[in-house]
């Protein structure tokens, strides 16, 4: 029997809705109005690791760049200005195809570490921080379910578990080293993990991209969807956050495993 306010119990199952809901995947199949396959087939040979090499280079980049607009002061979040800011730079990527990538990969990372950062700060957490930027690092991994994925491996706790050590060797790190040391080892190996399921998530918006009939304006809205869904991840990862530093870690896993969704 859990103590928690029903108002909290309410908010952590919303949590839960945000966190397990359908895969970014499925929501882009939905949108281009077919299966990723086909896009994928299109994806040249080579680009999958183009992908890889740049989500892993942007993640490495977005956390610090993104904390530094952000100032410390509470107050709620801004998603629509995010999603305006998405939109806009997904239209200007498709514009360009797979050309444009380069450019894009970079900015939209940042521009979805700094909406995620400026979810924690809604929930009270400080952005310059680094805790609450290592929680946001891990967005990109809470992110990355697949309709593939094992839902026992994949759910949200089990990949917060998967991660566990990562971020603690990485915490330990910055406490001890500071943000300064952002290539250590330590913080490398974490980046490392996250990246592996981040890229799977831009190669299905390069892919998105790709069906045929779609055209470059169709970078816009999926890049609306693909701000979308981190926005709703981290949404629901720092609700967690906040409700287990009001009635402890374990007391509110076993709630949300409880938990209705709604």
């Not at 190996?189 to 399921?197: H, K, P, Q, T, Y």
């Not at 926005?231 to 949300?256: K, M």
Request: charge should be positive; aromatic fraction near 4%.
């Amino acid at each position: 029997m859990t103590n928690m306010e029903i108002a909290d119990l309410r908010a952590l199952s919303d949590a839960r809705t945000l966190l397990e809901r359908p895969s970014l995947a499925a929501r882009l199949s939905g949108f281009v109005g077919s299966p990723l396959e086909k896009g994928m087939a299109r994806l040249p040979a080579g680009w999958r690791t183009r992908i890889a090499t740049a989500a892993h280079d942007a993640l490495g980049h977005a956390m610090d760049a993104a904390a530094k607009t952000l100032d410390a002061s509470p107050r709620a979040a801004s998603p629509r200005l995010h999603k305006a800011l998405g939109t806009l730079s997904g239209g200007v990527g498709g514009a360009f195809g797979l050309a444009g990538l380069g450019v894009e990969i970079p900015l939209s990372t940042v521009l979805i570490m700094r909406t995620i950062l400026d979810t924690a700060r809604g929930e009270g957490e400080v952005p310059a921080d680094p805790a609450t930027r290592l929680a946001a690092l891990e967005v990109f991994a809470l992110g990355g379910r697949s309709d593939a994925d094992d839902a026992a491996e994949s759910g949200y706790y089990a990949m917060r578990a998967a991660l566990a050590g990562a971020v603690s060797e990485a915490a330990r790190h910055l406490a001890q080293k500071g943000l300064a040391q952002e290539g250590a080892p330590a913080l490398l190996r974490l980046i490392s993990m996250v990246a592996a399921r981040y890229k799977v998530q831009l190669t299905q918006k390069a892919a998105g991209m790709l069906v045929p009939g779609i055209g470059a304006a169709a970078g816009a809205s999926i890049n609306l969807i693909f701000m979308d869904h981190f926005q709703s991840v981290s949404r629901g990862h720092f609700t967690v956050r906040r409700l287990e530093r009001r009635y402890g870690a374990d007391a509110v896993r076993d709630a949300y495993l409880e938990a209705v969704p709604r």
